[in-house]
């Protein structure tokens, strides 16, 4: 189930991320549920070759509302060329997350953080960014070590998780305890 989304139909520029610039997106999840994956809407410049990965992350906020980066709450890489080269991209790269075991509650702000040490151009990574389709629910950043706001621009992304269920099998293994201590209580009481 999708839980935050930012999904842009118009890409008004490319967002860098390299050795300099860091980016991160925060949103709020509607609902709880289990991290799945991050799917982003980039790209990498069709000219450049980058010679580091795309570090993807998700961090809680600190009290001034920045990402944490010393709350890092999982960490995946994504490969040069597992990411598209065809500009302004409105297409998601997916990332996994499903390993990680995080437990995303609703109501609460995260944020994408993306870093690379790759150069600067032309071999940058680019994050589809709109000033046109504003995202109520979070806020962009940049910066490095230290990521500030940018008011009115917003990336693209999406964030899966799976709803949280109890498993048939310990619900009816819990209703057959409770069954039980029922029968108990009640033969000792006819005693």
Not at 48 to 74: F, H, Q, R
Not at 168 to 180: D, H, I, N, Q, R
Request: glycine content about 10%.
């Amino acid at each position: 189930m999708v839980i935050a989304e930012n999904a842009l139909s118009i890409v008004s520029f490319g967002a860098a991320v390299f050795d300099t610039v860091d980016r991160a997106q925060s949103f709020t999840a509607t609902q709880s549920g289990k991290l799945t994956t991050i799917e982003l809407q980039l790209w990498r410049n069709p000219t450049g070759n980058p010679s580091d990965d795309l570090s993807v992350s998700l961090t809680t906020l600190n009290g001034a509302g920045l990402p944490d980066l010393t709350g890092v709450l999982a960490s995946r890489t994504v490969g040069a060329l597992d990411i598209p080269t065809d500009g302004f991209s409105t297409n998601f790269t997916s990332v996994d997350f499903s390993s990680s075991m995080i437990d995303l509650i609703a109501g609460e702000m995260y944020a994408i953080v993306l870093t690379s040490n790759t150069g600067s151009t032309p071999d940058w990574y680019l994050w589809s960014t709109s000033e046109l389709n504003p995202y109520a629910d979070g806020v962009s950043f940049f910066g490095i070590g230290v990521l500030s706001p940018i008011p009115g621009q917003d990336s693209g992304f999406r964030v899966n998780a799976a709803s949280v269920v109890p498993e048939p099998a310990s619900a009816f293994l819990m209703l057959t305890g409770v069954c039980g201590v029922g029968l108990l209580r009640r033969r000792s009481r006819t005693r």
